[in-house]
């Protein structure tokens, strides 16, 4: 399937400290991209969903200014974490949807990250 | 997004078994997905069935959809131990085809 990386693949902070994850489609173009919390031992939650060139969709509940997300090209997403706190912690996870073999069903999974507050 | 439903929440068999998981869902669906994942890791995409389709066949997985019941099953025949992972349905619905996932199934394959 189509290959989407994330950057880093964990990170340990100091609270109220900034962190910045990178999400990148390799061989395709993502049209739209999604971003989720996954908690351990618990399912995927959308956080939000970034169309490139336009403004994220937040899901209810998330705040928009705590978690900055940033689809300025067809291949990369940024999810920013603002002044992070311990609850913060957890597992971040993109998805990549576009057009991949004629494809465009798809969601395409990055590795996670592994954000740690302390 | 309300979270669907998957059960059993956690499975344990012997290699050679199949082993069959459940998913329920909320809202009329595009499509419904089953996901495999590793522990601490990413999502690997495992089949996609659509709609209008009861049964769908991927080498050892096999997927059906009931739309009048909102479920659907994943079945992996003659199991190994490197099917152990967490196994997530997730339904496609609306215009924006967002993923909405079910609670899990922890499978666990003994040699």
């Known amino acids: 399937g189509a290959v989407v990386s994330q950057h880093p693949s964990r990170v340990i902070c100091k609270s109220g400290t900034s962190v910045k994850i990178e999400c990148r489609s390799l061989?395709?173009?993502?049209?739209?991209m999604f971003w989720y919390r996954q908690f351990p031992k618990q399912s995927l939650m959308l956080m939000a969903t970034?169309?490139?060139?336009?403004?994220?969709?937040?899901e209810q509940g998330v705040e928009k200014d705590k978690f900055l997300i940033n689809h300025a090209s067809l291949t990369l997403s940024t999810l920013t974490v603002t002044s992070a706190h311990p609850e913060d912690s957890s597992f971040y996870i993109c998805?990549?949807?576009?057009?991949?073999?004629?494809?465009?069903?798809?969601?395409?999974f990055g590795p996670g990250t592994r954000l740690t507050v302390l | 997004s309300q979270q669907g439903e998957e059960d059993p929440q956690a499975l344990s068999i012997q290699e050679g078994e199949n082993a069959t998981m459940n998913c329920s869902y909320k809202t009329s669906i595009n499509n419904l997905q089953w996901y495999r994942q590793n522990s601490g890791r990413g999502l690997v995409h495992l089949i996609l069935i659509r709609s209008n389709e009861r049964e769908k066949h991927s080498g050892r997985l096999r997927v059906t959809l009931d739309t009048s019941k909102k479920s659907s099953s994943l079945l992996i025949t003659a199991s190994r131990a490197a099917d152990t992972a967490s196994y997530f349905c997730a339904s496609s619905s609306g215009s924006a085809r967002q993923l909405t996932f079910g609670s899990g199934t922890q499978l666990t394959v003994l040699p």
């Open positions: 970034s169309n490139e060139g336009s403004k994220a969709t937040y």
């Open positions: 061989d395709f173009q993502a049209t739209t």
């Open positions: 998805s990549a949807r576009g057009t991949y073999r004629g494809y465009t069903d798809t969601q395409y």
